[in-house]
């Protein structure tokens, strides 16, 4: 495991090399999943077989959907379509069982040609069947084998569809300004059972039993972790396209689009903070159509199979109670970043305070987006440029929920000294200058991750052991993503790996964190 | 329970004297180990200030259970990590039944504990649940972890943390998450830090081998009490207006009058088994057969006090966590639901008592521009690490005893034993 991701890293310093090793027409997104968009309202997909990579070195054998005539992929090529647009789906077969695909949540979904099925029109072996839908809403959506799909998506054929709005495309899941985000990560759950496979595989496909079934394989958009965290279009995996590697800067707008794609609830667990789920099969959670007044802050969410579910996560480090970039109280500020900022709401003292006293009271406008209960740091300085020579640190709380008095938990923190300020004097709410809390132990008596930046400071270095950690672009923050059914983070038996990602959270200022993005590619379909 | 399942419990108890001769073997040899390690840590915290058993608290404690200190915001508490025993409910003490009981890695509330006892007093002294952790919004919470080691797996040098799960805004570096942050290692304390902004119910486990860690029993409630509490709002009691709440609701529809910490989760008996006995560990076929809240199946869940220690931990007392709810007709109840099951989700339903479930993931139900979501339930379900509060408004109500249970109705079971489980009692008194 260890030389693996050592590996990986390695990898990560030149894999936009790999970018070219496609010879279609690929548009590197900064924002976007990766995925297949088309120039002319047509995909041509093809069912086949072939064989994915699992991290305890088996391959499996696969059935799935193919770009044209590329490579079998699993999970099946996300498709990137815009609301209204009519697609024409053509699906040919190279496998030796009639195929075919179903849209969920697709209202118009016709199926064009093709020989009769249960639940649509299939391709028969060596022949086509050909859809048609309008994406008439958007949001994300399933996709998957209507034939048999007990067993079909169990083999691979199931995938995504990314519908973008009409409005605000590239920006907005929806077209509320509630869904609008940076940057957007796809994470389709599915599990596995290796030995319907080998069955499928040695033509007993009539022994297969699909009630008897026992997953040891768990996957985020077809690998499991740590593979999760390889690049897109890594040359070792040519059948599992897409990485789950999310890489988020302090402040982003998440968008997280998870997918349902096999038979069992998964509790996806984000660690760093909540999400906030804003809209469930392609549907904004909403009252109104305009705002997600439904929306849900959760830290986990049961993806259901079949489900679809798009959640906006976002990381500040707001209210820490110490200072997350390491700085002395005379430091620059980490600031013009927006969320990314050192969380700066300065305001006035109204009124003056004594040595002795114990609450204060602010001018508005700036109360209101101090923290409405939760206790804070903030800093008192009289006179012009932050944070004057003279200064006190204090910790405040709000009298009630609106109100700008505010009682002082404890003055003259951090070596300043309580004294008496001025009707006026300056006041600002920030974590900037506030030590380490607590003494970390020497390197002896911990254990370093491999994705330890050897600092508690976002950007820091810090010296490591000889072979530890080190595997932290920038010196970010690092946070497990992963289902919370623990037995999953397991592939074949081996722990760790399977359903579990890696996200890393980076420091806003580009001069420290150039954030040059794992590539995300755009395949447009010819 | 099938064929199957009493075989399994059969060959155990086979097994189970032959391998713990082999565990004597191996504690004699590796005890030695042990001190060794132990006396290296020791005299090395001679020479750095920061190492061997360290528990940072700027306050003077107060308060051992509940970490209060003589400043109002701040809280510590010392855990430990390591291992030791618990009963299942078909594992009860002499003279009943046999003396065999489940081996665990857990958490054990050292904050009673003078420093220089702590290795001491918690080896073995793992318990299940886990200490239950509440502070209050406004806390700054100083949590120290040390390893203790694992007294029966001497082999096995793991490192713990505490992931204080769901935790906004959470540095990496008191995660918990061991890849992306440091674990603490045998002989040492690591203090985390947390500065509590967000009330609501939250849980606790190391994230260590997480599989492995989870499923051996390093699992415990964690709530944060609102700022809101001590403001008279909504209607309790004898129709007085409720001065304790779920969450700052600004109306009072969290307010109640007692409240519980229903944890739920399972243990698969041959994983615990496997670990104790230096075995491969079977995550692929792990299978949960003991449901259970709190630590305990039903019946033992309702019993008030602490159970029967195991003799294998030299009698410590390891499962100290009741589930039995009481309270007097016309009370609100707040149940503060959690899961940290492995394997398996949960339904949660309580019979002839109406539920409301007002919190979801440590978060008052409510949308961004105020819309209330809170919504009436006869069911709760969860996943691992998730968690749910439900307010219980008993005004109205038949004195009597009413019960919690998993609506997974296989899950009411103590292993072989077709009864128990993931039950509970629910007292109402007039
Ligand atoms: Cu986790
Ligand atoms: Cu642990």
Known sequence: MNRKLNNIFKYLLVSSAVLFLVAVWIIPARAAVDGVMTSNLRYTLTAKPGYISVPDGNSIYMWGYAVGNGNMQYPGPTLIVNQFDTITITLNNELTVPVSIVFPGQTSAVALSGSPGLLTKEALPGGFAQYRFTASQPGTYIYYSGTMPELQTEMGLVGTIIVRPNSNPLTRAYSSASSSFDREYLYLLTEMDPAVHDLVNKGKMDQVDTTTYHPVYWFVNGRSLPDTLLPPLYPTLPNQPYSASPQIRVGDRVLIRMVGAGRDLHPLHLHGNHHQLIARDGRLLSTTGTTADLAEMLFSTSVAPGQTFDSIFTWTGENLGWDLYGHALTDPLVSGFGAGDEVFVQTTLNGGITGGATQLQINTPAAGSWPATAAFRAIIWSGGGFPGSAREVVRLKRTSPGSSTFNILSRGREDTSASAWLDGDSIVYTDHGGPMPVLLPDQQFLTNGMFWSGSPFLGSTAPLPPGEGGFNPYNGFFFMWHSHSEKELTSNNIFPGGMATMAVVEHPDPAIAPFSDIPHITIVAP | ?430
């Not at chain 2, 003589?70 to 855990?79: E, F, G, N, R, S």
């Not at chain 2, 502070?135 to 082999?155: A, S």
């Open chain 2, 1 to 430: 329970m099938n064929t199957i399942q009493n075989n399994m419990k059969k060959n155990m108890k086979d097994n189970r004297g032959t391998i713990r001769k082999e565990r004597l073997r191996g504690l004699v040899l590796w005890g030695g180990v042990i001190m060794a390690v132990w006396m290296l840590m020791v005299s090395a915290s001679d020479v750095l200030a920061d190492g061997g058993v360290n528990f940072q608290c700027p306050a003077t404690i107060t308060d051992t259970t509940l970490g209060r200190t003589d400043d109002p915001y701040i809280a510590c508490k010392h855990l430990t990590g390591g291992d030791g025993y618990v009963r299942m409910a078909d594992q009860p003490p002499p003279p009943d039944g046999n003396a065999a009981a489940t081996y665990i890695f857990g958490f054990c509330d050292a904050t009673a504990i003078p420093v220089e006892n702590v290795m001491d007093d918690c080896l073995l002294g793992a318990q299940f649940a886990a200490p239950t952790l509440q502070i209050n919004e406004g806390d700054e919470f100083y949590l120290t972890l040390t390893n203790v080691g694992m007294n029966v797996r001497p082999d096995l040098f793991d490192p713990h943390t505490v992931h204080f799960h769901g935790f906004p805004n959470a540095a990496a570096v008191f995660d918990g998450e061991p890849m992306s942050s440091i674990s603490i290692n045998m002989g040492a304390s690591l203090t985390y830090y947390y500065n509590i902004v967000e009330p609501g119910t939250y849980l606790y486990h190391c994230h260590v081998e997480a599989t492995e860690h989870m499923q051996m029993g390093m699992l415990g409630n964690l709530y944060v009490h609102p700022a809101q509490d001590g403001t008279p709002l909504g209607t309790c009691a004898q129709g007085n207006p409720c001065t304790k709440f779920a969450y700052n609701d600004g109306d009072g529809l969290t307010g109640y009058d007692v409240e519980f910490p229903i944890q739920i989760s399972a243990f698969d008996p041959l994983f615990h088994l496997a670990d104790e006995t230096v075995q491969p560990l079977p995550f692929a076929d792990m299978l949960d057969v003991y449901p259970m809240i709190n630590g305990r199946g039903y019946p033992d869940t309702v019993n008030a006090g602490v159970l029967t220690p195991p003799a294998e931990n030299g009698n410590k007392n390891s499962q100290s966590v009741s589930s039995l709810i009481s309270a007097t007709v016309g009370q609100k109840i707040l149940v503060r639901l959690s899961s940290v099951a492995t394997i398996d989700f949960f339904t949660v339903q309580i019979l002839g008592i109406p539920m409301r479930v007002v919190g979801r993931d440590a978060r008052l139900l409510r949308g961004p521009t105020g819309q209330d979501l809170s919504y009436a339930a006869n069911s709760v379900t969860l996943g691992g690490g998730e968690t749910a509060d439900v307010i219980l408004d008993t005004t109205g109500l038949t004195a009597g005893t009413y019960f919690l249970y998993t609506a997974n109705l296989n899950h009411l079971s103590n292993f072989t034993e077709d009864f128990g489980g993931m039950m509970t009692e629910i007292i109402l008194n007039n």
